[in-house]
């Protein structure tokens, strides 16, 4: 099933299941962004980030190999490359649920064994590497959270979402009656008051 739309020279095909559906969108349309959201999931994921520390996060599990490139001898007879695994279970119980929900979507996931797992071989030291891990865990759930909780809307920003519903309303009420009454012209039926 594919949906054919025509341009100047060439065709394009673009499958059914990509295209948004017209009453999907207009439900949408005027609302704020915030709305589609269950909104005790959202106080409870604000609350957490104002109180976020890196602290707060598990330890994991941290093994310890020999790093590769500049370094010497040093780097070939140490191991200091730290490679740290948190199971995603475990930071489960440290996370709200709108950025739990997100983790498995992380460029740092291990789907093998369910799990967030992160390199780092840049210091001299084991636990500078094994400190610049959790460091990048804590900027990943950052993200994590900055791409998936919106932020507040203003009570004006509702407002005006709540002006614009019901004056799309009043347009489409207003062009329902317009075509209801041309369509009783067309069949005689004037009403005359």
């Given at each position: 099933m594919l949906r054919t739309i025509s341009t100047t020279s060439r065709l394009f095909f673009t499958p059914r299941c990509l295209i948004k559906p017209l009453w999907l969108t207009r439900s949408m349309q005027h609302q704020p962004y915030d709305a589609s959201f269950d909104q005790e999931e959202l106080a409870e994921a604000r609350e957490w980030h104002t109180s976020f520390n890196r602290s707060q996060l598990p330890k994991g599990y941290t093994n310890y190999s020999r790093s590769s490139g500049p370094g010497g001898q040093h780097?070939?007879?140490?191991?200091?490359k730290a490679t740290t695994v948190w199971p995603v279970k475990e930071?489960?119980?440290?996370?709200?649920?709108l950025?739990?929900?997100?983790l498995?979507?992380?460029?740092?996931?291990?789907?093998?064994?369910d799990s967030i797992s992160i390199q780092c071989q840049t210091q001299r030291s084991r636990s500078a590497n094994e400190n610049e891990n959790h460091l990048k865990l804590?900027?990943?759930i950052e993200k994590i959270y900055k791409e998936n909780v919106p932020g507040v809307s203003s009570q004006e920003k509702a407002k005006k979402h709540e002006a614009l519903r019901?004056?799309?309303?009043?347009?489409?009420?207003?062009?329902?009656?317009?075509?209801?009454?041309?369509?009783?012209?067309?069949?005689?039926?004037t009403h005359d008051s």
């Open positions: 780097v070939n007879k140490t191991e200091t930071l489960s119980k440290s996370l709200p649920k950025v739990f929900a997100a498995r979507s992380s460029r740092y996931y291990s789907k093998g064994n804590a900027e990943e019901k004056k799309a309303y009043e347009a489409r009420a207003n062009l329902k009656k317009y075509k209801s009454s041309k369509k009783s012209e067309r069949r005689g039926n």
